[in-house]
């Protein structure tokens, strides 16, 4: 008999190991579909000067993509990382994620990977507002959802609801983390009638086809 299997996947939009668990999480959606539950920590919650972390950034970037393959682009660092005046700030995608995922929560993940390129490819701030706004605006479109930029926008400055349903899901993935014994992201777990499996962010860097491979045997066998 097969058992029932739910994923949590645990992660922040500004985070460079995350994007570089995109192709597995892009498996995972399209195999799991609503199954797979979007747990955002709040990691880089909170504007921060991005002059302060540039260096440290790129270095590490770099050697995510040398392991990887992930792209990080120069668009990205001259126009992201090197922005005079730049914040390092993942509030916006991650309020953008929750706005999207009150439509339909196979949504999320596609929003993820669509910002991490628009960020880390195109060289787009996906710390503002307005940028965050759009991406989120053609993911909806391409699902057939009709959203304006503007109205999203506004909604991502000033819905304290929204506000408050991002707040309080960030609170409760790190009362998961804590309660799993797990530290940083990406994480994913794996609960197999009701028991919870921590795989690990190493089984999340080489793609789809092996994770998915290792979750099919899991719920086959528990």
């Known amino acids: 008999m097969t058992a029932d299997i739910e994923l949590q996947y645990f ?3 500004l985070c460079g190991w995350c994007y570089a668990s995109a192709p597995a999480l892009a498996g995972l959606a ?16 909170g504007g921060r000067p991005i002059s302060s972390i540039a260096d440290h950034a790129w270095r590490n970037d770099q050697r995510i993509q040398s392991i990887t393959g992930q792209q990080f682009s120069e668009e990205y660092h001259r126009n992201v990382l090197l922005a005079p005046g730049g914040i ?5 995608a991650t309020l953008a994620l929750t706005a999207l995922g009150e439509r339909d929560s196979t949504l999320e993940p596609r929003f993820l990977h669509a910002v991490q ?4 490819v195109e060289g787009r701030d996906t710390s503002v507002i307005h940028e965050v706004a759009e991406v989120a605006a053609r993911v909806a479109a391409e699902h057939g959802i009709e959203l304006t930029v503007e109205t999203l926008a506004e909604r991502l400055r000033s819905d304290t609801k929204l506000r408050d349903r991002a707040l309080e899901r960030m609170e409760d993935t790190q009362r998961q983390m804590n309660n799993l ?6 994480q994913i777990i794996a609960v197999v009638d009701g028991e919870p499996h921590v795989l690990g962010s190493e089984t999340l860097y080489h793609g789809p086809a092996g994770l998915i491979a290792v979750l099919n045997e899991l719920s086959a066998t528990e």
């Open 117 to 120: 390129i628009a960020r880390y």
């Open 30 to 45: 399209d195999t799991f579909g609503e199954k797979l539950t979007m747990r955002p920590s709040g990691l880089f919650v």
């Open 181 to 186: 014994g797990i530290r940083g992201v990406p």
């Open 11 to 13: 992660f922040d939009p």
């Open 88 to 92: 390092f700030d993942s509030g916006p």
